[in-house]
């Protein structure tokens, strides 16, 4: 795990990149409809996750770790292993507005904006270690 966080390579700059531009558009659409709009924090969050997943998955695969799969099953199987730990991030951001928001009442804009750092920073470990790895383009 140390490894993970070691050097600052091409792999990391790009994720970083586009790290940033998926939380930006999670960013946007989750204010576009909760200020914008008047749509509930907690529904306006699910609707921005599942905005910005398939673009993530896009970026990721093609641009950050470059992943190359062999056969259709393949790329099924990783996209998803993908959605399964953006599930597992996204759920994480939506217990913490519940957490946060819902029963302590603080600001939805201040912990959405710390949240996203945390599901950036979740997602790159998750995807890392257990998607796009050499190796694990098939199902094992």
Known sequence: MAEL???FDRQTGLYVLFGTLTAAANL?????M???????Y??????????TVLFAYVTNKLFVFRSRCGSVGELAWEFLRF?????????ADQF???LLVGLLHFNSSIIKLINSGVVVALN???SK???????????E
């Open 5 to 7: 966080f070691r050097k």
């Open 28 to 32: 946007a659409v989750y204010f576009t």
């Open 34 to 40: 909760n200020w914008a709009m008047g749509i509930n």
């Open 42 to 51: 907690m529904v306006s969050n699910v609707t921005a996750w599942v905005v």
């Open 83 to 91: 959605v399964n730990s953006r599930i597992l991030s996204g759920t």
């Open 96 to 98: 913490l507005m519940w």
């Open 124 to 126: 790159y470990i998750l």
């Open 129 to 139: 270690l257990m998607i796009f790895r050499p190796g694990k383009g098939r199902a």
